[in-house]
């Protein structure tokens, strides 16, 4: 099956510096996105997500893109801070028998040090 | 918090028994999920109730069975479990079963298989 994956595990990133966590995704057919940061000891936080009508959405600090030429996802952090560090999963919706479900990618793990 | 609530947070248990999991959410959901997450792997989508119907089991091992009474509270009843089943269980909700809404996670159990 089609499956979303995370072009690097790990990213380390000096505290104030932005970060940029990248996913691609194979399934064209996915309209829908959303990224997910798990702490160690908690379950998966959402963040942010954007649909495929959009090609860039802002929270705060946060920024997603979507290149839906490229099926490539990104999420940018601006100004990251310790309390960023986490490992960041990108989710695409897709269609299953019985209606949508998650798919999700393997992650990556941010660190961020002072 | 996210508003959904896993115990216990941690379960450690023999082959040979027999324990449950239990999710709750306070967020007026009408679909929860349960998720496994394994060390390296993504998250693999076990079971989809929407209504308090089940509407996905992605080929679960029978030794794994759910149970929804209501809308707000899913179980997962566990028996003679193997030592490969040790990892993080998530429950997770969302508002409805459809393309383009978030699912909110749990803080997951963590099972000890010995």
């Known amino acids: 099956g089609e499956s979303v994956g995370l072009h690097l595990p790990t990213l380390s990133v000096q505290e104030g510096d932005n970060s940029i966590i990248n996913c691609a995704y194979s399934?064209?057919?996915?309209?829908?996105f959303i990224w997910y940061k798990q702490e160690s000891g908690k379950g998966p936080q959402f963040i942010i997500d954007i649909r495929s009508n959009m090609d860039k959405r802002q929270g705060q600090r946060v920024t997603v893109l979507l290149n839906k030429t490229v099926k490539h996802l990104s999420l940018q952090i601006a100004a990251t801070q310790p309390g960023d560090s986490a490992v960041y999963f990108c989710?695409?919706?897709?269609?299953?028998?019985?209606?949508?479900?998650?798919?999700f990618g393997k992650g990556t793990s941010l660190l961020v040090t002072p | 918090e996210t508003g959904v609530t896993q115990t216990p947070r941690h379960l450690v248990m023999g082959m040979t028994n027999k324990k449950s999991l239990k999710c709750e959410q306070h967020?007026?959901?009408?679909?929860m999920y349960w998720y496994k997450q394994s060390a390296k792997k993504p998250l693999e989508l076990m079971f989809v109730y929407n209504f308090k119907e089940q509407t996905e089991n992605n080929s679960v091992p029978s030794r794994f069975s759910p149970e929804c009474p209501n809308s707000s509270h899913l179980f997962l009843h566990l028996h003679t479990l193997q030592p490969e089943d040790s990892a993080l269980y998530l429950c997770a909700s969302s508002r409805k079963l459809a393309g383009e809404d978030t699912q909110y996670f749990g803080p997951g159990t963590r099972l000890t298989v010995l």
């Open positions: 399934n064209s057919a996915s309209d829908y």
């Open positions: 989710a695409e919706n897709i269609r299953t028998d019985s209606g949508y479900a998650l798919n």
């Open positions: 967020l007026g959901h009408n679909a």
